[in-house]
């Protein structure tokens, strides 16, 4: 079993920049592909972005490319989502998603792709 736990949301100014962090618990991480999706008030889950078991590859939705960078540290078990020029619709509540992955240049951009999740860190960017 996988657990996954967010940190690192909050309250920021438009432009502003905001680091996500998200920890797996056991001994797989670097087995998994991992992803990060968002989910605002009233939306469906949307794919933010995501990187694959060794972060070879990586992907992002258009709307966050050059402003948003996926990272992973498969010593920390961690995988990193740095935010910048944050805007308003950015705003929602961030999820991390893992998945075991045989291929190592693999990523996953659907949310039914996925076997776990964390709970989320909320995002909130005031305009």
């Known amino acids: 079993q996988v657990q996954l736990v967010e940190s690192g949301g909050g309250l920021v100014q438009a432009g502003g920049s905001l680091r996500l962090s998200c920890t797996s618990s056991g001994r797989t991480f670097s087995s998994n592909a991992m992803g990060w999706f968002r989910q605002a008030p009233g939306k469906e889950r949307e794919f933010v972005s995501a990187?694959?078991?060794?972060?070879?590859?990586?992907a992002y939705r258009d709307s966050v490319k050059g402003r948003f960078t996926i990272s992973r540290d498969n010593v920390k078990n961690t995988v990193y989502l740095q935010m910048s020029s944050l805007k308003a619709e950015d705003t929602a509540l961030y999820l991390c998603a893992a998945r075991p992955s045989a291929g190592w240049d693999s990523y996953y951009s659907l949310s039914n792709e996925y076997d776990y999740w964390g709970q989320g860190t909320q995002v909130t960017v005031s305009s």
């Open positions: 990187i694959s078991r060794i972060g070879f590859s990586t």
